[in-house]
Nanobody, 122 residues
Framework: QVQLVESGGGLVQAGGSLRLSCAAS????????MGWIRQAPGKERAVVAG????????YYADSVKGRFTITKDNAKNTVYLEMNSLKPEDTAVYYC???????????????WGQGTQVTVSS
């Protein structure tokens, strides 16, 4: 079992930036892929970015390419999501999730954090 704790959400104006953090604890030796998944009201969960823990290979949804960057710190067992040029349509609850071989598929993750709200005002 892996425990995931997100932080860094909040309210920001359009064009602004936020950085989300996800600290993992527990059985962190077998996290496989990790990702950031968001869910807006009335919409399905969607992966915005994912990263394979061992290789560092990344995935980005088309809607965030060039604006969001996912990174990891192996020593701290922490994954980050740097979000720049934020738009109102980025408003959602952002979840950190782990343990998947398919970082692009939101419902393949086995471990989930509690989520953090990101609100982008126009």
């Amino acid at each position: 079992q892996v425990q995931l704790v997100e932080s860094g959400g909040g309210l920001v104006q359009a064009g602004g930036s936020l950085r989300l953090s996800c600290a993992a604890s527990g059985r962190t030796y077998n996290m496989n892929g990790m990702g950031w998944i968001r869910q807006a009201p009335g919409k399905e969960r969607a992966v915005v970015a994912g990263i394979m823990w061992n290789t560092g290979r990344t995935y980005y949804a088309d809607s965030v390419k060039g604006r969001f960057t996912i990174t990891k710190d192996n020593a701290k067992n922490t994954v980050y999501l740097e979000m720049n040029s934020l738009k109102p349509e980025d408003t959602a609850v952002y979840y950190c999730a782990a343990d998947t071989q398919k970082v692009y598929a939101p419902y393949t993750y086995d471990q989930w954090g509690q989520g953090t709200q990101v609100t982008v005002s126009s």
